[in-house]
C-alpha cells in the first residue's frame, strides 16, 4: 500500500533484548532509527550511581562495562506476569516501583521516536507475546493491563495489541507474490511465539483478517532461558554449581540460578546472599567453585559473566566452540564451551517449543504437509539445533528468515496505520 501521507501512529515492539518502534512515512523504512543510527535500542536500563541519572541501551551496557558504579537491569520485559511487578527495588538511593522502570524504558522509547519523527505519537499498537505467562490466565492478564496503564501515564491516548507473531506476518506478507499458509515461529529474548496464517498479496489492505489467523500458540522460553541453560550447563560448575557438601548432598544452586537469570542477578549481591555463601564454605567438601563464586560478587561481575555466556551463544550459532577467560576471577581459569554441549543444554527447551508447535496444528486442523513456508524471526532464531528441530515437523515447508529484529516493529508499524490510519 503506497502512502501519501505519514501514519498518525506508531507501533511498539518491547523486546527482552531488543526494542524497535515502527512508523509509516513515505520514502522510508517501516522502523524509526533509535540510538546511533540503528533501529534497535538494546532493553537495558544502567542507574549510573556516580552521575545520578539512567542510561539506556548501548550507552547503558558501555557505561556499565567502563567500570561506572551503578546498577544494571536487563530482560525488563520478563518483570511483566513475575512477582517483582508490584513490588519496588532500591534506585539512586531511593525505592523505585518497577512498575516505574518499565515506565522510565518505554517512556524512553517514546521520546526517541518523536524526536526522530518530528512529531508527538498519541495511538500505538503494542506487540505482545501469546502468552506472557503460561498456563495462569490471571497473570497473564496483569501483564498485558500493566502495560497498557504504563503505556497511558506515557501519554498514549489509544492503546491496542497485536500479537509479535501475527505481526511479523504482515511483514512478510508485504513482500510475496502468491498465496501461502504460512507458520510463523518467533523466537525472542523471553517467549516463543507462534502463528498459523494465510498470506496473499490481495488480503494486504485488508482490515478484518482474523480469518486468515487459523491458530495461535506460544511457550515461556526464548534467548535468555538458553543463555541460562548455557550457563548452567558450561560456567556455572566452575563456580560449585553441582559440587558436594560434606554431608554428600548437592550444594543449594539458588545463589548459581539467580547469576544465570538476567533480572535476578543483582539478588546476588545482596549482604545476605555473601553471608549465606560464606557460612555454606565451611560445609563445602571442596570450597574452590564458592570462592571463584564470591571473588565474582565481590567483582560485582555478574552481568559481565551473563554478557559473556550471551556472547557465546551467538557465537556457537556459527562456530563449534568458544572459550570464555575468567583470569580476572582465577589466573589460568575459563571455560570451554562447544556446540554439542549448548546443544545438549538446550534440549528440553527446543522439546517444549516442538511439543507447542505440535499442539497449535493440532488446534488449526491442519497437517504438517499443508504448511507452504516456515517463516523464522525473532533474535534466538538463528540457533541451528533449533531450525532442525521445528524444520523436521514440517518436511515440505521452505524455509524463509526474516528480519530477526526488526520484522515485528515493522508489522506493527502497518497494524498501526490500519487501525489509526
Not at 94 to 109: C, D, Y
Not at 161 to 186: K, M, N, S, T
Request: charge should be negative; charged fraction near 25%.
Amino acid at each position: 500500500m503506497t502512502l501519501a501521507t505519514p501514519a498518525r501512529a506508531c507501533g511498539i515492539d518491547f523486546g527482552t533484548s531488543n526494542s524497535t518502534v515502527g512508523w509509516r512515512r513515505p520514502g522510508a523504512g517501516n522502523l524509526i532509527a533509535l540510538e546511533d543510527g540503528k533501529d534497535t535500542l538494546p532493553s537495558v536500563l544502567f542507574f549510573n550511581f556516580e552521575e545520578q541519572r539512567p542510561a539506556f541501551g548501548r550507552q547503558a551496557l558501555g557505561e556499565y562495562l567502563d567500570g561506572y558504579e551503578g546498577r544494571l537491569m536487563r530482560s525488563l520485559k520478563s518483570l511483566l506476569g513475575s512477582p517483582l511487578l508490584n513490588s519496588a527495588t532500591t534506585v539512586l538511593g531511593s525505592a523505585m516501583p518497577f512498575k516505574q522502570i518499565l515506565g522510565l524504558f518505554l517512556g524512553e522509547l517514546k521520546a526517541r521516536a518523536e524526536i526522530e519523527a518530528g512529531r508527538p505519537f498519541e495511538q500505538v499498537v503494542l506487540g505482545r507475546p501469546v502468552f506472557f505467562v503460561d498456563d495462569d490466565p490471571a497473570a497473564d492478564r496483569e501483564a498485558a493491563e500493566t502495560l497498557v496503564e504504563v503505556a497511558r501515564e506515557l501519554g498514549f491516548k489509544d492503546v491496542s495489541f497485536q500479537y509479535e507473531p501475527i505481526a511479523a506476518a504482515f511483514d512478510y506478507e508485504a513482500g510475496i507474490d502468491r498465496e501461502e499458509l504460512v507458520l510463523i515461529v518467533d523466537i525472542g529474548g523471553g517467549t516463543s511465539d507462534f502463528s498459523l496464517v494465510r498470506l496473499a498479496p490481495q488480503r494486504r489492505a485488508l482490515a478484518e483478517r482474523q480469518d486468515d489467523i487459523l491458530a495461535t500458540g506460544g511457550v515461556h522460553i526464548g534467548g535468555t532461558d538458553f543463555d541460562k541453560q548455557l550457563s548452567l550447563g558450561g560456567v556455572m560448575p566452575l563456580f560449585g554449581y553441582g559440587s558436594r557438601m560434606k554431608s554428600d548432598a548437592l550444594m543449594p544452586t539458588s545463589h548459581h540460578m539467580n547469576l544465570a537469570t538476567w533480572h535476578t542477578i543483582n539478588a546476588v549481591y545482596a549482604q545476605k546472599s555473601k553471608i549465606a555463601l560464606e557460612s555454606m564454605r565451611y560445609d563445602s567438601a571442596d570450597p574452590t567453585g564458592i570462592d571463584r563464586l564470591l571473588r565474582l560478587i565481590e567483582q560485582r561481575a555478574g552481568h559481565w559473566l551473563a554478557m559473556q555466556v550471551e556472547d557465546s551463544k551467538i557465537t556457537l550459532t556459527e562456530e563449534d566452540s568458544r572459550s570464555i577467560d575468567f583470569s580476572r576471577i582465577e589466573a589460568g581459569l575459563s571455560a570451554e564451551l562447544s556446540r554439542a554441549l549448548f546443544e545438549a543444554a538446550i534440549a528440553a527447551q527446543l522439546a517444549r517449543i516442538n511439543a507447542s508447535i505440535g499442539q497449535l496444528l493440532a488446534d488449526a486442523g491442519v497437517g504438517a504437509a499443508q504448511v507452504d513456508t516456515l517463516f523464522f524471526t525473532g533474535g534466538s532464531s538463528g540457533i541451528p539445533a533449533l531450525r532442525h528441530s521445528v524444520a523436521s515437523l514440517l518436511p515440505n515447508a521452505r524455509q524463509v528468515e526474516g528480519n530477526r529484529f526488526g520484522g515485528i516493529g515493522s508489522g506493527l508499524a502497518i497494524e498501526a496505520h490500519k487501525r489509526y490510519g
